[in-house]
């Protein structure tokens, strides 16, 4: 408990005094303290998600972010809202495939108690079996919801054709017969596999003071032992396709193609191709699809990324007669763009991936969060300017060729919902993102 | 175009200052210089929406605000897009009952060309026949992705079932036979009778220059001539019900009590009471329903205001064999609200809307928006000060009374959609809010 920190550096960077320390037993603490703002941003991010679940595991990971609101030795769940909500604060989590976050917003001098609250949840949740089953039921209600919102279900089922049989693509939530499986000594062994301290962050931007909270994360933290959490599998990009009809007024539609993930620095060309594509009102996508068509309200595309793996995603949606001539016209718009992406348009790209970081970071939660991921993916806080570096260094032909070589792959994903009647046969898609189409480009 | 500014006053206000100039023409610029922050928030807000519609109009002041992105006389719609995204920046608008605005989010640097274009797409669109084609084609798109989005579509239906037969109660985007008929004459003389100076703010804060944005305001606004716009009818809550049967996995449900609108200091004692009903996990809803129960994963509460009408509103998607018994819990714990609301519970919801407030201040939009919104409601800018006043001012008891008052009038909505059957008849909803339910209580 009074081992001294093993390590303490500071950097500046923008518009924030970034401080990281790492206890003995490999718990690592980051702040960042903002001038100006009265508020305060603090999590515990934990290097866990569905990715290291076992297929009979698929779920817990959730659902012990769910229990960890329903108790401890010290506090109910009841105490749990009442005493963050007292101060007007909030707290809150989520978990995705390889990162579970517990957070929390309040004023700044009321930082120690949320800390309080989040430690208690993470070292001393009691997992009790009433409670179990009335968290079920919530989570089944849960799976329910996802289920009935057309454009949050697909990117469930694009991950699972994207990466079929393996951790990193099954659903975040599992399937019903895991949760209503699950018990408490299935948390308690989970907990003790993962919630190691070398795989949790203390992150906390804006009025925030890093010796306290090194002084506070020492005490609750410091007694775990030091011990690796057990590695994920390495994820393996197969594709496929998944066309689901229902009764939808429109065809919910997304096609995606394999890009490297976070720990590859070709992830930010991935980003920035995404955004050149789909990321915005004078994008390729929006002009050709929505502005010149009227084919869609709805069109974007996105880079998302795990430490190994990502997906570059279009989302449009589309009425079932239209659903075709949209997805091949997506194809066509990506095989174009790797051949003619012009300078302007990733100078556009750049500006825009520059501007909307510097006005991320303008909010302290968007620190906190940055500053956790970073140290999860690379082992270090990469510093705004490091990113905002990268970004001005992809060239245009840099952005050309990286298309060209994940469209002609032959490599993707396509997943639609609703009236998918007039979908195009994944081999037509894969050849018109190759430049074919009948008359067929390079 | 040279006439001097009538009036510029400005006040102090937590973190920012406020300076409000009126043009001759009754055209109003407010702005709230924010230090620390190197990005702006600017747009000009409107005072007109769906409410300022005839039936045959339903949907115009939409498709309108669409069409200010397809071209002025000196700018393409792909000008308008590749001008701001160029510099990082981005623009949108939405339009709401009552108001219309359009909005841009830029370094602090390239507030003058923002300001430009969205005075330009105000001023100078030119309703080209063919981009409203092509819009008819986006904006059907739009109302069937709203169709698809059961927690999205219900919302139009309760304004719908309580404001019946009147322009406040018609839904934002109009019915498509309305948006299939829209031509460049409807657009023209609806702007004509509603964009006028006396009813248009424009708002900026961050990274920005009140002396500079007046007068580019004054060159871009001050030759239009000072007329009033036409009033909206009156909002009369009439109340009934909407079940709505489809094959989804949940019943999504609501149900709404009429309270007070923006310009009658009872709407902060409205919005009081929804935080403490279902504002938060410590909420007695979330408390009773989801945390005691498990009887659906999402629930809350929240007052919605328009300037003279208001609902507070319960939201919470349950499956179809639970819907009877949520339906009548959250009736039953509002009549028991109303009876023994606690000193703390109230205490609770007043630390988080202060907090909440005080939190959403440290964002330029939010500022951006809350200052126009306010010169609208009140005919000036209502310091954040005085509402954190007003929200200390609200008692216990007259919490209470406020809550007993709405629940036993016998007025109320009730929404749900998806499995239906087991839904409750409104007169048990209505008994049961009044303390009824067989076992009654006062």
């Known amino acids: 408990m009074d081992e001294a920190p093993l390590v303490t550096m500071a950097s500046p960077q923008i518009g ?22 009265a508020s305060a941003s603090i999590g515990v991010w934990v290097g866990v998600g569905a990715r290291h679940e076992t297929v ?20 109910s769940a009841l105490d749990i809202a009442e005493e963050i909500e007292r101060v007007g604060g909030w707290i809150n989590a989520y978990t995705s495939r390889e990162i579970t976050a517990y957070y929390a917003r309040m004023l700044g001098e009321d930082v120690p108690l949320a ?35 057309p454009d949050d279900i ?53 009025a925030v003071d890093h010796d306290a909270l090194v002084r506070l994360a020492e005490a609750a933290f ?5 011990a690796a959490a057990p590695r994920a599998e390495p994820a393996r990009f197969a594709g496929g396709e998944r066309l689901e009809e229902k009764a939808l007024e429109q065809a919910h539609y997304l096609l995606a193609l394999p890009v ?48 190994d793996s990502g997906l570059l995603t279009v989302y449009a949606g589309t009425g079932g007669e239209e659903l075709g001539e949209l997805a091949g016209l997506v194809a066509d718009e990506i095989a174009r763009a790797a051949a003619d992406f012009t ?36 082992g270090r806080v990469v510093p705004p300017e490091e990113t905002l570096a990268q970004i001005a260094a992809v060239s245009r032909d840099r952005a ?14 396509q997943v639609a919902y609703g009236p998918v009647a007039g979908a195009l046969p994944r081999e037509e898609i894969a050849a018109r993102l190759a430049g074919g189409s009948g008359a067929g480009a390079g």
Chains 1, 2 share one sequence.
């Not at 009979?56 to 108790?71: C, P, S, V, Y």
């Not at 099954?170 to 948390?187: A, K, M, S, T």
């Not at 009227?294 to 430490?307: F, R, T, V």
């Open 16 to 37: 924030g005094q970034v401080e990281l320390t790492e206890l003995a037993n490999g718990f690592r603490i980051v702040t960042e303290r903002m001038e100006g703002i």
């Open 56 to 75: 009979e595991e698929n779920g817990i990971a959730h659902f012990l972010e769910h229990m960890a609101f329903k108790g401890t030795e010290r506090r």
């Open 115 to 149: 800390f309080d609250i989040i430690a208690d949840i993470l070292r001393h949740s009691v997992f009790d079996p009433h409670e179990i089953e009335i968290e079920r039921g919530v989570i089944l209600q849960e799976i329910g919801q996802t289920r009935d919102t």
């Open 154 to 206: 697909i990117f469930d089922w694009l991950q699972e054709t994207a990466f079929p049989d393996q951790p990193v693509g099954r659903p975040i939530l599992g399937p019903p017969e895991n949760v209503r499986r699950f018990g408490p000594g299935d948390f308690r062994a989970f907990v003790a596999r993962h919630y190691r301290p070398c795989s949790m962050v203390l992150s906390a931007a804006g």
């Open 222 to 226: 410091g007694d775990m032992e030091r």
């Open 260 to 307: 490297p993930g976070y720990r590859d620095p070709e992830y930010i060309t991935a980003q920035l191709v995404a955004t050149a594509l789909g990321g915005g009102m004078s994008s390729r996508l929006f002009q050709e699809i929505r502005e010149k068509r009227g084919l869609c309200y709805a069109i974007h595309a996105q880079s998302s990324h795990h430490a």
């Open 343 to 378: 300078a302007e348009e990733i100078d556009r790209a750049r500006a825009q991936l520059r501007a909307g970081m510097l006005m991320g970071l303008e909010a302290a939660s968007s620190r906190a969060e940055r500053n956790a991921r970073t140290l999860f993916m690379h």
């Open 400 to 413: 050309r060729d990286f298309l060209a070589g994940i469209a002609k792959r032959g490599a993707l994903v």
